[in-house]
T-cell receptor, first 116, second 107 residues
Framework: NAGVTQTPKFQVLKTGQSMTLQCAQDMNHEYMSWYRQDPGMGLRLIHYSVGAGITDQGEVPNGYNVSRSTTEDFPLRLLSAAPSQTSVYFC???????????????FGSGTRLTVV | QQQVKQSPQSLIVQKGGISIINCAYENTAFDYFPWYQQFPGKGPALLIAIRPDVSEKKEGRFTISFNKSAKQFSLHIMDSQPGDSATYFCAPNDMRFGAGTRLTVKP
C-alpha cells in the first residue's frame, strides 16, 4: 500500500492563478479530508468527504473547492490563488482502529504552496 | 472560537526526562482525544488516543491522562529520547487541532 499520496510536493503560483492539488489513497478509506498548516496555527480543516459523491465544508473552506468522484481520489482546487493561501496542505484519510468508534488518520506528506 | 488550547508552545527536555504536554478544550461534546506526532517535512501521524470512559491509557513510553471535569488531557513521554523530538498536536474529535508543541530532547 502506498498510503496517501499527494502531488505536487512544491508549487509556486501567481496571484489569480488556479490549480488542483491531487490526493489519492489506496486503502479504501471512506473518509478523507484536507488541512492547511500555518506556523502557530496547527492544522485547520478545509473540506472533508465521508464517501464518494459527498463533501462538506470544514473550518476554513473559502477559496477552495473539492469533489469526490471515486473513493480513491479527493482533489483540492484553488480557484483564484491569493497570497493568504500560502501554506502547507495535507490530505488525510481516516481508518478504523480495532476498538469500535476508535479511529486515526493517515496523512500524506504535504504540498508546500507559495502564492506570489 | 478557540476550541482547543495546547501548552506549552515549545519544550526542551534532557534525554531520559519526562515530557508533559497539555491540551484544554471547550466543547463538552468531544468524545475522542488523540495526540499526533509530526516530524519536519512529514505529515502528522497518530501517536495515541483515548476515549472519555477511561482516565489514562499507556502505550510504551507514551501515556495519555484525561480529566473530564477540567476538560483537559495530557501527553506524558517517559524516558524521553532525542528521536522523540518532533511537534505534537492534540486534536479532539480530529476536527480541531491544537497549535502544536515543539519538543526538543537534548542528548
Amino acid at each position: 500500500n502506498a498510503g496517501v499520496t499527494q502531488t505536487p510536493k512544491f508549487q509556486v503560483l501567481k496571484t489569480g492563478q488556479s490549480m488542483t492539488l491531487q490526493c489519492a489513497q489506496d486503502m479504501n478509506h471512506e473518509y478523507m479530508s484536507w488541512y492547511r498548516q500555518d506556523p502557530g496555527m496547527g492544522l485547520r480543516l478545509i473540506h472533508y468527504s465521508v464517501g464518494a459523491g459527498i463533501t462538506d465544508q470544514g473550518e476554513v473552506p473559502n477559496g477552495y473547492n473539492v469533489s469526490r468522484s471515486t473513493t480513491e481520489d479527493f482533489p483540492l482546487r484553488l480557484l483564484s490563488a491569493a497570497p493568504s493561501q500560502t501554506s502547507v496542505y495535507f490530505c488525510a484519510s481516516r481508518f478504523i482502529l480495532g476498538q469500535a468508534d476508535t479511529y486515526g488518520y493517515t496523512f500524506g506528506s504535504g504540498t508546500r504552496l507559495t502564492v506570489v | 472560537q478557540q476550541q482547543v488550547k495546547q501548552s506549552p508552545q515549545s519544550l526542551i527536555v534532557q534525554k531520559g526526562g519526562i515530557s508533559i504536554i497539555n491540551c484544554a478544550y471547550e466543547n463538552t461534546a468531544f468524545d475522542y482525544f488523540p495526540w499526533y506526532q509530526q516530524f519536519p517535512g512529514k505529515g502528522p501521524a497518530l501517536l495515541i488516543a483515548i476515549r472519555p470512559d477511561v482516565s489514562e491509557k499507556k502505550e510504551g513510553r507514551f501515556t495519555i491522562s484525561f480529566n473530564k471535569s477540567a476538560k483537559q488531557f495530557s501527553l506524558h513521554i517517559m524516558d524521553s529520547q532525542p528521536g522523540d523530538s518532533a511537534t505534537y498536536f492534540c486534536a479532539p474529535n480530529d476536527m480541531r487541532f491544537g497549535a502544536g508543541t515543539r519538543l526538543t530532547v537534548k542528548p
